[in-house]
């Protein structure tokens, strides 16, 4: 196998082909188009990388061309080699080996000169280093020989695609020349707790259905794309002392700037869904009875304190003292820590991420500290009570923190190697913290309770009725997807309501900026000044939408439906006029809908 791959032994391919550059193209202009990007937008770098990553690793899973053509490629021929010189076996177990005549086509794989087998071993070249291999195998030939004849060919497609997007991912946070916020926030952009959780759900169950306008906010979150709305717009109105604060087009002044009062709730109701559904299945609580939200009486001493968003009492276990576990959630915002020297673990986390919850959390160890309810002392008596403190946080981007993630995943994740910091925390925090990391806590809910469901019900059944979730754990995690991106697009939405025009009616905000918003605005700026500002300010009460229904009606007039003039597009006056001017039997709710989410009188026109 010497000559195997020389350079005369081998095509020289290249994958970034005209074609796989034009097919990654047009995917991106696909996604640009779905999040209403200006036509002929190109996807920032990091934006396909996100898209490209397989969902496996909190991407996309787009395909991109440039690696998919060479590692099918790979893959088909591989198991034509494997099964015609050696033989096919199916699953139970029944072996087939094929006649000479199939064995003598592809017995020559290594020396023969054909252009299918040139530009195999070439591939073969290329993607070694993305193949895993026991330790023990170390040399090329040895690898080239295991991989030709021992490697196990199911999945093998799906791993090599996984190496590779590690590889990139990791190359990006090491590389000093991309943004600093871009490398920063990856591993959180990755996490997979949005949009790649609704790859494979029921839409028969409503609460799969999320917003449009929310899906599409966490999109842009997710793939960190400037939202259409916020271009060009300097000046939050929020703040206290307005006027001076730059809102970012991604959003992150938003989101820290607007109370996270709405999304916390939210992803608390998930959490104890999840936690109440997969919890009676592991036993950990007796009934579904056994968990309350926000109760009280939790410190004899502050009776009316609620330090837990979700209480769990948990079931009799000699193996450990803690009785009650006492969830906390938290909506943490964007990390803006310096990227001056970004450490990268193997996993593809870094110290920073790790950071930025870690201080989330230990905030939650401390307790409260305000006057009249000392921290402290409340976190004492939680530590008596034999209640373990939990904080659940959550990130800008859906991603979950070290504590949560043990609890629900297990110890075996990302955080692993991290060690926390706990020099500032008074000795109460330190317990609970000792209490909350003790060996025999309750943790790795979802596998366990995969486990114990499977073990119950068999292992061909379903665990929800759509035949989408085959286990606990797939349910929980498409179950938390949806309310993150709930959670993460209402929260942007009514935020950048309340930013730009100081309301929270986000009735007739158009957030989601059609394309058709963009190219009308570039056109007023560019061409005329003699048109109307038409799109913003909208309306923020009843009084502005007087001169928005005769923008409307101006429209109606030029399309020549007169009938229309009159009508008004508000529920409020309906009563009032519609009957007068009105026939009945012309009544389009649907259209009125669409007006009134729009308005832009220019707009309609274009699109009537
Ligand atoms: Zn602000």
């Known amino acids: 196998m010497a000559s195997l791959l020389t350079p005369e032994s081998v095509t020289q391919i290249t994958t970034e082909t005209t074609f796989a550059l034009k097919s990654n193209q047009l995917a991106q202009q696909l996604l640009a188009n779905v999040m209403n990007l200006p036509i002929n937008t190109a996807l920032p770098e990091h934006s396909w990388l996100v898209a490209s990553t397989p969902v496996g690793k909190g991407g996309l899973g787009i395909r991109d061309s440039t690696n998919e053509a060479c590692i099918s490629f790979f893959c088909s021929i591989l198991r034509s080699i494997r099964y015609a010189t050696d033989k096919i076996t199916f699953k139970d177990g029944t072996e087939i080996i094929l006649p000479t005549h199939h064995k003598d086509l592809y017995a020559d794989w290594q020396t023969s000169n054909t252009r299918i087998f040139t530009t195999f071993r070439s591939i073969l070249n290329n993607l070694l280093p993305f193949i895993t291999c026991p330790d023990e195998i170390i040399s090329q030939q040895q690898k080239i020989s295991y991989v030709m004849t021992e490697i196990k ?40 707790t949005t949009i790649s959780g609704t790859m494979n759900i029921s839409r028969t169950i409503p609460h799969n259905r999320p917003n449009p306008k929310f899906f599409r906010l966490a999109l842009h979150r997710m793939l960190r794309t400037p939202i259409p709305i916020l271009y060009n717009k300097t000046c939050c109105q929020n703040c206290k002392n307005n006027n001076n604060t730059n809102i970012d087009k991604y959003g992150d002044h938003i989101i820290a700037c607007h109370s996270k009062t709405a999304a916390h709730n939210e992803i608390r109701d998930s959490l104890a ?26 410190t004899p001493s502050h009776p009316l304190k609620r330090p837990a968003d979700i209480l769990l009492y948990l079931s009799d276990n000699e193996q450990t003292k803690t009785t009650k576990i006492a969830v906390d959630t938290t909506f943490i915002g964007t990390n803006s820590r310096s990227t ?3 450490e990268v673990s193997r996993s593809l986390m870094t110290d920073k991420v790790f950071r930025h919850h870690e201080a989330a959390e230990n905030k939650k160890f401390k307790g409260p500290n305000r006057p009249g309810t000392p921290g402290d002392h409340i976190i004492k008596e939680l530590n008596d009570n034999n209640c373990r403190i939990l904080p659940a946080t959550f990130d800008s981007f859906g991603k979950l923190g070290p504590a949560i993630t043990d609890f629900l995943y297990g110890p075996n994740n990302e955080y692993k190697t991290f060690k926390r910091n706990t020099e500032t925390l008074h000795a109460h925090a330190k317990q609970a913290i000792k209490i909350a990391t003790e060996k025999n806590r309750v943790h790795s809910l979802l596998t366990r309770a995969n486990v114990d ?42 935020g950048i309501a309340k930013a730009l025009l100081q309301t929270k009616n986000t009735s007739k905000l158009n957030t989601a900026g059609t394309r ?71 009544t389009h709710p649907a259209s009125q809908q669409t007006s009134t989410t729009r308005p832009n009188g220019q707009i309609n026109q274009n699109n009537q």
């Open 153 to 192: 060919l199911e999945g093998l497609q799906r791993k090599i695609k996984r190496n590779l997007a590690s590889e990139k991912i990791q190359k990006y946070l090491e590389d000093v020349t991309k943004p600093d916020d871009i490398r920063i926030n990856l591993p959180s952009m990755l996490s997979g």
């Open 273 to 298: 869904t999840i936690i109440r559904n997969t919890a009676t299945i592991t036993n950990d609580i007796p009934t579904e009875n056994h968990i309350s939200l926000e109760p009280v009486g939790l």
């Open 340 to 342: 001056a020297e970004l």
């Open 453 to 494: 469901w499977t073990t119950k019900n068999g292992k061909t059944s379903w665990y929800t009725t759509s035949y989408k979730a085959k286990t606990p754990s797939m349910w929980a995690k498409q179950y938390l997807c949806i309310s993150m991106i709930n959670a993460l697009g209402k929260h942007l939405h009514q």
């Open 516 to 586: 058709q918003d963009y190219l009308s605005s570039k056109h007023r700026e560019s061409a005329s000044n003699a048109s109307p500002p038409t799109k913003q300010p909208a309306p923020r009460s009843k009084t502005t939408t007087t001169q928005q229904l005769r923008n409307r009606n101006t429209d109606r007039d030029t399309v020549g439906r007169e009938w229309r003039r009159a009508v008004p597009l508000d529920n409020n006056s309906q009563h009032t006029r519609a009957h007068t001017t009105r026939p009945p039997s012309t």
